[in-house]
DNA sequence: CACCAGGCAAGTA
DNA sequence: TACTTGCATGGT
């Protein structure tokens, strides 16, 4: 029950947040590789450059070189690595869906899964961003606010690894995608603006309470 | 100036 | 198995 609660909270306070709404697949599932470890804005200033060379599809990313890929994403840092992640993704699309991402996108569910993760660079958090936000696939992404933040009001060990935070939430909560999809954003939407250092509003985070918890104390 | 961002893989012991 | 480090840019 104090899973379902905690997203009331965070709705309430945060609002809708409609990440990755209306874009085309691709734009997705670039972005998914994109925002490893990389602040968001860096992201779009990176999908911006591929947008005027007209390379946001498919087909020209993966006729692209790594040289040229890697010029067009330097704003979302890691470059050389990123360009490479991606190459092996379009490859990995190429060899085992004829070069068709929706293919990939609505494999089943665990399919679609072990082949992106079979992929060079593509981790549980990537994988499970792509079968969210591009397939909607009913998968829900555990990121590092996700430990922190369950782990610090009591309602998860500390010690958990992703996939067993995963079970947790998919036992806990209704199958549905577009839960799954707001609830992630909500809490990186609450660790950006309540896990930090020098945030004085630790003192007002609206999870205040949650499991006996009163302080929001990261730090 | 330090710290952080919607991770992952490779190296080390 | 359990840490640690490299990857790199841009915002606050």
Not at 125 to 146: C, K, M, N, Q, R
Not at 147 to 160: C, M, V
Not at 179 to 206: D, I, R, S, W
Request: glycine residues 6%; proline residues 4%.
């Amino acid at each position: 029950m104090a899973y379902q609660e905690v997203f009331d909270l965070l709705f309430a306070y945060f609002g809708p947040q409609h990440w990755w709404p209306g874009e085309t697949a691709i734009e997705i599932v670039v972005g998914a590789v994109l925002t490893q470890n990389t602040n968001w804005s860096n992201v779009t200033k990176a999908i911006r450059n591929l947008q005027n060379a007209g390379a946001l599809s498919y087909q020209v990313l993966l006729e692209m070189s790594m040289a040229e890929l890697a010029g067009y994403i330097r704003p979302s840092g890691y470059y050389n690595i990123k360009s490479k992640r991606l190459k092996n993704l379009l490859f990995m699309i190429r060899d085992r869906y004829e070069g068709d991402l929706l293919r990939l996108l609505s494999d089943e569910t665990q399919t679609a899964r072990s082949s992106l993760l079979a992929v060079q660079g593509i981790g549980p958090e990537t994988a499970d961003s792509i079968l969210l936000y591009a397939g909607d696939h009913p998968v829900f992404v555990v990121d590092a606010y996700t430990h922190r933040i369950f782990s610090r009001h009591g309602l998860i060990a500390e010690e958990s690894d992703y996939q067993s935070m995963q079970e947790e939430f998919t036992c806990r909560l209704p199958v549905s995608s577009a839960l799954y999809n707001e609830y992630h954003a909500l809490l990186v939407m609450l660790g950006k603006n309540f896990c930090k250092k020098t945030n004085p509003l630790c003192g007002q985070c609206p999870l205040k309470g949650v499991n006996g918890v009163d302080e929001f104390k990261f730090f």
